[in-house]
């Protein structure tokens, strides 16, 4: 039997090194013209028969000036963490954020490190030995990429997908499987209640 | 910072993010700036570090209290009322996507020395203690004229006239009972004092209709409040306006409100840098003591007294709810003006398990508001931690649109965000020139 899955996954790094661009090329396959949206989902189709969404939030620019909110990282399963192979500093960047995801994110949450701009690779400045020896340190996956020509990105998406829990809940809106809003009294949905009275709706009555 | 925008926002209280997530959506290019590294200002929710930090100086939380991040302790007690104007922006802008919801389990009311529950469900009102059998009839009736009334059918006036009659003119026809005025008057329709009774009946007869319609929605109480605290509301709003292009910028200090000449704004400064903008919205904080210019933009207009209460048991006599609202109204404890109690739980997400938060607060009447409240205290059962606040409400002594400075209000000590949504409704007229408008969304079909 097919199984779906729903996860929450956040992006993070520095400015310019292709966040959105890498979410660009894995949700829509394209590589230019990217408008900043609220929500962006991709669904993986694993070789088991379980399909995997990933409700992606983008960071919206909130990460310039260091202003993003607990809301972002709240309920996240998990994160890719970018930098940009041909900037040393954006390693640096990459690993602050991913100390503060240490300590703002569910522990349980699987982090990838990304080196993209692998198409620039003539002009690399951080070697793979170094993110790579760092990543495994630290435990988290890593890979290149390049969201420019789309090599390892869907890769890396799929990896992610694998490592998540199978038994995770499906996501309600607002974040993927809020351990709160299982235990207790079922949540309210202000959408649903908007809904004008039809004749599929009497059946609640 | 050398870019102009359309507007500066100041703090990120939620007056202040709904504001600027409207703006970034109109097209407004925003910077949004705020003194604190958290959002939310005055209506933020904070963890233990922070809470300890705001009222007890260096002083950390006690280790029993369990993990810093299972707490997000509201500044401001309030709840979202159903079927309010808050909920409707919430749904029209799509914030909801970010939040998540759940009821208040329980609406209660003071009464001769113990609390009732306001009844939910007519089985719940045939039930309740708050009415005798008689006096039950003749609010059925009351009840029944409100719900039946329509403006353009004189049949179900009843020779009445909302626009000219006052309340009390109402409650006679009807001949409720003191008691009864009390509970329909501070339980139903919000009132914090008695000022409505002499007032046209309409307005109250709005606020009665918007509680048990609110009520009527998902039943048990007319409220609901985000998981994770009020301080989500801000953070969700924030995120709108940077999707839309808003810039943002925490632990910034703002230092001066440029003005040229004539009075008019220019731009805000921080440290040497002086960002320009059109115009600026800010929360009162940042303007009450303009030293550079000695200018008075804000006035007091009395002070609210809250006392944020952490507990380890449920308020006794509320059937070990998780979360409730008690009005004590201010007859009942001799005041002008009703003591409010607001308590959210582990079901909220935003305290430990077997922890309860409550907030206990009212209009501050005499120079010792912390003795104003002691009939709210006394509810709650043995305290585990009180912070105490005394908090002047500021409003702006200005329009704005002389300096094209526009100020916003305080939290008021009103239970819900209905004021709130006014002053954003105001704000946005004096800015945009335009009444604000929310345009129907297309409505999402929830698959079975």
Sequence with gaps: ??????????????????????????????????????????????????????????????????????????????????????????????????????????????????????????????????????AEEEGLMWAETSAKTGEGVSDIFTRIAKKLPTTAQPASRGGASRAGATAGRAGVDLNKQQRPSTSADQCNC | MDEEYDVIVLGTGLTECILSGLLSVEGKKVLHMDRNDYYGGDSASLNLTQLFRKFRGDQAPPSELGRDRDYAVDLVPKFIIASGELTKILVHTDVTRYLEFKQIAGSFVYREGKISKVPSTEMEAVKSP???????????????????????????????????????????????????????????????????????????????????????????????????????????????????????????????????????????????????????????????????????????????????????????????????QIIIPQ????????????????????????????IVSTIVETDRPEQEIIPGLQLLGPIYEKFVSVTPIYTPISDGKADNIFITRSYDATSHFETVVEDVQDVWKRIIGKDLVLKKREVEVVEH
């Design chain 1, 1 to 134: 039997m097919s199984k779906q899955l729903q996860f929450k996954l956040v992006l993070l790094g520095e400015s310019a090194v292709g966040k959105s661009s890498l979410v660009l090329r894995f949700v829509k396959d394209q590589f230019d013209d990217y408008r900043e949206t609220a929500f962006l989902t991709q669904t993986v189709n694993l070789d088991d028969g379980t399909s995997v969404k990933f409700e992606i939030w983008d960071t919206a620019g909130q990460e310039r000036y260091k202003s993003l909110a607990p809301m972002y990282y709240r309920n996240a399963n998990c994160a890719v963490v970018v930098y940009d192979i041909t900037q040393t500093a954006s390693l640096e960047k990459a690993r602050n954020w991913i100390r503060e995801l240490q300590r703002q994110a569910d522990p349980s949450i699987v982090i990838a490190l990304c080196g993209n701009k692998l198409d620039l690779a003539a002009r690399r400045q951080v070697t793979q030995e170094e993110a790579q020896k760092y």
């Design chain 2, 130 to 324: 708050l009415m005798g059998l008689f006096e039950k009839r003749r609010a059925k009736k009351f009840f029944e004229f409100l719900q039946n009334w329509k403006d353009e059918d004189p049949a179900t006036h009843q020779d009445i006239n909302l626009d000219t009659a006052t309340m009390k003119a109402v409650y006679e026809k009807f001949g409720l009972e003191p008691g009864t005025q009390d509970f329909i008057g501070h339980a139903m329709a919000l009132y914090l004092d008695d000022d409505y009774i002499n007032k046209p009946a309409r307005q109250a007869y709005e606020r009665i209709v918007l509680y048990t319609s609110s009520m009527a929605r998902y039943g048990k109480s007319p409220y609901i409040y985000p998981l994770y605290g009020l301080g989500e509301l801000p953070q969700a709003f924030a995120r709108l306006s940077a999707i839309y292009g808003g810039t943002y910028m925490l632990d910034k200090p703002v230092h001066e409100i440029v003005t040229d000449s004539e009075g008019k704004f220019v731009g805000v400064r921080s440290g040497s840098e002086t960002v320009k903008a059109k115009q600026v919205i800010g929360d009162p904080s940042y303007f009450g003591d303009d030293k550079e210019s000695g200018k008075i933009r804000v006035f007091e207009d009395g002070k609210v007294v809250r006392a944020i209460c952490i507990l380890k048991h449920p308020i006794p006599g509320t059937e070990d709810a998780d979360s409730v």
């Design chain 2, 331 to 358: 007859n009942q404890v001799r005041r002008r003006h009703d003591i409010y109690i607001a308590m959210v739980s582990s079901t909220h997400n935003v305290c430990a398990k077997d922890v309860y938060v409550a």
